[in-house]
């Protein structure tokens, strides 16, 4: 399955490949195998569970049943690990190309987005954030120039 597809899917549903906030940690690792994982915090109640796949993490809370807060897609991965294509075409079954364009998601999907903080047109490189209902998801982007817009990052959740 390519990549960008999972993406429109991901933007559109808040589900990564059928996953998402409300699942449980015994349900993602099940399905995606064991990742690397941490806890963090002190206090049992507070504490939060962090699993890491490479290009995507959940976080997890309300132990001893860890639901999934939110999780995130890492883009930027791609291009700054060596292998990590690889790895995730192995894991998850999919084909991803080193960076997903903006341009590229369904413009259906892009007309739904809203813009969150200011946007400098002609300041390069460009950072801007967006927001996407119902699916909770914050996309943030960068662009070296006018045609080049790549999503680093997708947020779920928060």
Do not use: N
């Not at 504490?47 to 999780?71: Q, S």
């Not at 790895?87 to 084909?95: A, C, H, K, S, Y």
Request: charged share 25%; proline share 6%.
């Amino acid at each position: 399955m390519r990549g960008l597809d999972v993406i429109a899917e991901v933007l559109s549903t808040g589900r990564f490949l059928g996953l998402g906030p409300g699942s449980t940690a015994d349900e993602v690792t099940s399905r995606f195998g064991d990742g690397v994982s941490e806890v963090h915090g002190t206090q049992p109640g507070t504490r939060l569970l962090r699993i890491d796949y490479g290009l995507v993490e959940f976080t997890f809370g309300g132990e001893p049943d860890w639901a999934c807060r939110w999780y995130s897609v890492q883009l930027h991965r791609l291009a700054s690990s060596p292998g990590l294509a690889g790895r995730v075409e192995q894991r998850f079954g999919l084909r991803f190309d080193e960076a997903v364009h903006w341009a590229d998601l369904p413009a259906e999907l892009r007309r739904t987005a809203r813009a969150e903080g200011p946007v400098e047109p002609d300041d390069w490189p460009r950072f801007a954030r967006y927001r996407i209902e119902p699916s909770k998801a914050t996309v943030h982007t960068a662009a070296f120039d006018e045609l080049s817009e790549t999503i680093e990052k997708i947020v779920i959740g928060v």
